[in-house]
């Protein structure tokens, strides 16, 4: 709870809905080809903010989140809070290519390295070849530094080169971007 609707210091600081998702939302839709008929899967769905706004652009479109914690499922929006699932990362309760898109943000560099090669092999898993996944990443010793010094739970921030060589190792195919100190804009104060 603290995590999600604390104070900024322990977590989000307040992870409340503001339909971020929405304005980019046809940008997601015409990029991985959804239509009214896809099946997307949102993992580490938090509290379903992407799957609402998917939703709202595609009625009728088949939704999947999974969450690792009790918490922000029960918080989740109203609309697609029927659409989630509590399970662990690294063993999804879907079968094989079950999802025509996959999207991870923020969650797979939440995992230990154990963790983050079995949850990029269960993406690539269920998915039917389109993903996106976010990744904790750094170029330089001073962009690792930043980027520890400001995330909470990321445990698996790796240098873009290693992480390209997880993915050879996991077989994961999908889109990606490295979140960065660069890309976040951190700086020293």
Known sequence: EEYYD???????GGFHYDGRWAKIMPGIIKEYRLNH?????????????????LKQALP???????????YPIEQAMEAVKKDLIL???????FEDNSF??????????????????????????????ASYVTIGAYRTKEEKELFLEWTLLGTTVLHE?????????????????????????LVRG
Not at 60 to 70: M, Y
Not at 87 to 93: S, W
Request: proline share 3%; glycine share 10%; charged share 25%.
């Open 100 to 129: 025509d898109f996959v999207m991870a943000f923020a969650s797979i560099y939440m995992l230990n390295f154990s963790g983050v090669l079995s949850a990029l092999r269960e993406i690539q898993r269920v998915c039917k070849g």
């Open 60 to 70: 009728g479109i088949e939704l999947k989140g999974v969450e690792n914690h009790p």
């Open 161 to 185: 080169d290693e992480w390209l060589e997880v993915f050879k190792e996991t077989g994961y195919t999908g889109d990606y971007f490295f979140t960065s100190a660069k890309s976040l804009h």
């Open 37 to 53: 008929s896809s099946t997307v899967l949102d993992f580490g769905c938090k509290k379903g903010f992407f799957l609402h706004d």
């Open 87 to 93: 399970c662990p990362y690294e063993k999804l309760p």
């Open 6 to 12: 604390g104070q900024r210091e322990n977590g989000y």
